[in-house]
């Protein structure tokens, strides 16, 4: 499903309310495509089960979280890329104080899917629906 990117803000706002573009009061997601497809949350899934990233080591400093997220996002949208489409996926690198409910600093990833706004954590394939209480994002890059 092919959607415009003020569609694929009005999801994320839908979680976190007070998330912006950049370009507009101090933003703070990236988002520089005009439209984008919206997977649905099994396509995330079977994404994310063909990286194989968790068999890396994190190594602090030099292959945490965000070099993590950064593969994770690198490799979805070059499968996108791959399957000949005309359109970026809606997947997202993300920074926050808090994931899953863990209070911590972290880099992880999330897609805007057809179902809602999902985060995954790339070095273990974990898949959820984002909530605000328990997520606390405060940047995105797509």
């Known amino acids: 499903m092919i959607k415009s ?23 703070n997601i990236w988002m520089p495509d005009r439209s984008y497809y919206l997977p649905e949350k099994s396509e ?19 292959f945490d979280c965000d070099d993590f997220a950064t593969i994770f ?14 359109h970026s996926i809606a997947f997202f690198m993300c920074a926050g104080t808090k994931f899953d409910g863990k209070n911590t600093g972290h880099a992880i990833n999330g897609a805007v899917c057809q ?16 909530d605000p209480d328990r997520d606390h994002v405060h940047f995105m890059f797509f």
């Open 44 to 62: 995330v899934e079977s994404i994310a089960k063909k990286t194989y990233f968790e068999k890396y080591a994190w190594t602090k400093e030099i």
């Open 115 to 130: 179902e809602g706004v999902y985060l995954i954590e790339p070095q273990n394939d974990k898949i959820w629906l984002a």
């Open 73 to 86: 996002l690198a490799w979805a949208k070059q499968q996108r890329y791959c399957g000949e489409h005309t």
């Open 5 to 27: 990117a003020q569609h694929v803000m009005d999801k994320i706002n839908k979680t976190w309310p007070a998330m912006r573009r950049i370009g507009t009061n101090g933003g």
